[in-house]
């Protein structure tokens, strides 16, 4: 409640809310009568929905009985088509249930049937199984068999090999091993005009290893049938074969010359069957040195050497010295590829070989270099070879065109009063080389510096009754390969050499031939490489020849030409080597 402000009239105040009252009340009054008025005209719309209300329920039950009507032949209607259905179904049910009952009765049938297969089958493996077990058992005992036929089998080749050899000792046989290189690039026909078919015959292989002693080659010519020839020797080497299996069979030969005997290696075949590759290894062109680092494919030159100085440091210092000379046998002339002119520089020298009082075969003049080790060595060898005369053919792009003779003298210094074979008393010989080794070698040294006829090599001591030499040598014999002229493709000064090369080696296998036939003249000086070669192939040596043959049918006539020749080589019968002696030390007086 609002009480008067002070100063003003209390009258007028409240008339003036009271007149504020009354006009409220005129607005509520009007609002009245407007609320009055619309809800008078909502009762008449009210009524007037009510009367329309009443048509559509009316309408609305007359609907709803149509429909239950419509409803109750609907469902009449369905029921029936029901009951077909459901009949249908009946009559389909009673035929899948004969069928079925069929089909229960087959597989019943069948079951037991696959039953009595099951069973059967069962039975069979077990019977199976037995048998197995038996065969195992069976292949067992065959195995071992055959393992023990295996081993007494290896031990008689063995044996055999070993009697065969004893047998090609006591006849002087010559030792021949065959290696058979494999397909190279340039086996195709390149540089001849033939047809495709023979250039394909051409890349096929002719020449096989049928086992390590037999060679097998398939001789095959157009319109007729092919024929094999077999070959026998006594070792062979098939295309896959190392150079370290190679030397293998070679190394025991080399035991023989700290033994007393000489010892020669020689490989021969055809241009570009790979003799130079067996005896020296890789030689790449412009570089002729020996590597180290492909020591698994050296030659038997190199390897010969190492195992060679390998056997000297285990015998006593000082009672071996080992010399080298390198010559080559071109247009039948005879050239020493260590000797020196007047500045030191190595080029080779013309030398002839002669036929001493002896019959032994020399080369006055020839230039004999001491080595120490293999190293020496093998750089002497590389020196001689820088100078080697090669020539590029259709056949090969380096074909040697000279016979290389590389020659390895072991000299043995051993101490006694008496020559035997054998020394009796190992403490004896190691106490009287110790006593005489620095003697010795200041004598040699000494000798050595006033030497004016062959500087390079050692002096020849005389035999004293206290100190005996005896030498034995190897020779590494590496020939110029037999080749067709007209496959070759040479001509001029090439033409001359492959002339002179053909019949050099036709010459070596005149002097087998005489050999063999023992008659009382051997042509050895119809060719210097004969000549020069005399002490070897005559019998004052173990030989060995080393056959390269090439495997491709284009080379199929060289091929067959070389192992014929390597068939005569193993003829020949010389003789039983004869080995040098040996100085024995006498028993205390």
């Known amino acids: 409640m609002m009480w008067p402000r002070r100063g003003l009239d209390p009258g007028s105040v409240w008339a003036q809310r009271l007149r504020q009252l009354e006009q409220r009340l005129r607005t509520k009054e009007e609002r009245i009568v407007v609320l009055e008025t619309e809800n008078a005209v909502l009762h008449l719309k009210l009524a007037e929905y009510q009367g329309l209300a009443g048509g559509s329920t009316k309408e609305v039950l007359q609907l709803y009985a149509a429909h239950g009507q419509q409803m109750k032949l609907q469902k009449s209607s369905v029921v029936t088509q029901l009951h077909g259905a459901i009949k249908r179904l009946k009559q389909d049910l009673k035929s899948l249930h004969s069928f079925a009952l069929e089909l229960s009765k087959d597989f019943q049938r069948q079951s037991k049937t696959c039953l009595y297969q099951v069973l059967a089958a069962v039975h069979g493996i077990q019977l199976q199984n037995e048998a197995m077990r038996m065969f195992q058992i069976k292949a067992f005992d065959l195995e071992q068999s055959l393992q023990e036929v295996t081993e007494r089998y290896e031990k008689e080749k063995q044996k055999r090999k070993a009697l065969h050899n004893s047998l090609v ?33 051409f890349s096929e292989k002719a020449a096989y290893a049928a086992d390590d002693e037999t060679v097998l080659v398939k001789c095959s010519r157009p319109g007729h049938a092919s024929v094999n020839k077999t070959f026998q020797f006594e070792r062979v080497y098939n295309d896959l074969e190392s150079q370290d299996a190679v030397f293998a069979d070679v190394a025991p030969l080399l035991t023989s010359l700290l033994d007393g005997y000489n010892v ?77 002119d007047s500045y030191g520089k190595a080029f080779g020298i013309k030398r002839d070989v002669v036929t001493t009082r002896e019959g032994k075969s020399d080369v006055p003049l020839l230039t004999h270099e001491t080595v120490k080790n293999a190293s020496e060595f093998l750089h002497l060898v590389n020196k001689g070879l820088q100078l080697r005369v090669t020539h590029p053919t259709l056949v090969h792009a380096h074909s040697s065109r000279s016979h290389l003779v590389v020659t390895l003298t072991i000299t043995t210094v051993v101490f006694g009063d008496n020559f035997g074979t054998l020394w009796e008393d190992e403490q004896t010989s190691q106490r009287l080389t110790k006593e005489s080794s620095c003697t010795f070698l200041q004598r040699m040294r000494d000798n050595k510096s006033t030497s004016s006829s062959r500087p390079s090599s050692p002096v020849q001591f005389e035999a004293t009754e206290k100190m005996k030499q005896v030498k034995t040598r190897l020779q590494l014999v590496d020939l110029a390969g037999s080749e067709c002229v007209g496959m070759s493709g040479v001509t001029g000064a090439a033409l001359r050499e492959t002339s002179f090369i053909n019949r050099s080696l036709s010459a070596l296998a005149d002097v087998l031939g005489a050999i063999a036939e023992q008659r009382a003249h051997v042509p050895y000086r119809n060719s210097k490489l004969t000549h020069l070669l005399q002490d070897s192939v005559g019998g004052d040596a173990k030989l060995l020849v080393m056959l390269c043959i090439s ?9 067959m030409q070389s192992l014929g020749f390597g068939t005569r080589a193993r003829q020949v019968q010389r003789g039983q080597v004869k080995k040098k002696n040996f100085p024995l030390p006498s028993k205390a007086k």
């Open 551 to 559: 495997p491709g049918q284009k080379y199929l006539t060289e091929s």
């Open 169 to 201: 000792e006591l006849r002087g046989n010559i030792r021949v091993h065959c290696r058979i290189r494999p397909l190279l690039p340039f086996d195709d026909a390149a540089g001849h005009s033939v047809s495709q078919d023979r250039q394909r015959n």
């Open 264 to 340: 020669c290696i020689m490989a021969y075949g055809q241009t570009g069957s790979g003799k130079t590759y067996t005896m020296l290894g890789p030689q790449l062109e412009g570089n002729l040195a020996f590597s180290i680092e492909e020591e698994s494919e050296l030659g038997i030159i190199p390897r010969a050497t190492q195992e060679v100085f390998r056997l000297i440091s285990e015998k006593p210092q000082g009672s071996y010295w080992v010399e080298v000379s390198v010559v080559e046998v071109y247009n039948n002339e005879i050239f020493d590829l260590l000797a020196k």
